[in-house]
């Protein structure tokens, strides 16, 4: 029943812009953790940003923080990652996550959410 369709992805050049959009359906995006995670080739999947909904606490990873922010809308049952300042080195596979109403969880961990996006990528040029 749970689905997470992302998009957004795309090409830019370094210093631009992009909004990805995570789609959810099964599930309200009221309550519980989503995040976004990121995939490079040869890399594991890292943490990028996370949102606990039902209070819109937010965290992000040090690389992005201060650069990407992570929204919710309620109405739409959608979560967005807006990106900006990209860097050559956010070029990777960007995933859509869900995880469960449980605020003592850490977010940058896979294990934490149950159900995941198909990904959108992302390439940013020198």
């Known amino acids: 029943q749970v689905q997470l369709v992302e998009s957004g992805g795309g090409s830019v050049q370094a210093g631009g812009s992009l909004r990805l959009s995570c789609v959810a359906a099964g599930f309200r995006v009221s309550s519980g953790w989503m995040a976004w995670f990121r995939q490079a080739p040869g890399k594991e999947r890292e943490g990028v940003a996370a949102i606990y909904l039902s209070i819109t606490r937010s965290y992000f990873a040090e690389s992005v923080r201060g650069r990407f922010t992570i929204s919710q809308d309620i109405a739409k049952n959608t979560l967005y990652l807006q990106m900006n300042s990209l860097k050559p080195e956010d070029t990777a596979n960007y995933y859509c996550?869900?995880?469960?109403?449980?605020?003592?969880?850490?977010?940058?961990?896979?294990?934490?959410?149950?159900?995941w996006g198909q990904g959108t990528q992302v390439t940013v040029a020198s």
């Open positions: 996550a869900r995880g469960p109403p449980n605020y003592g969880l850490p977010w940058y961990r896979p294990d934490t959410y149950n159900y």
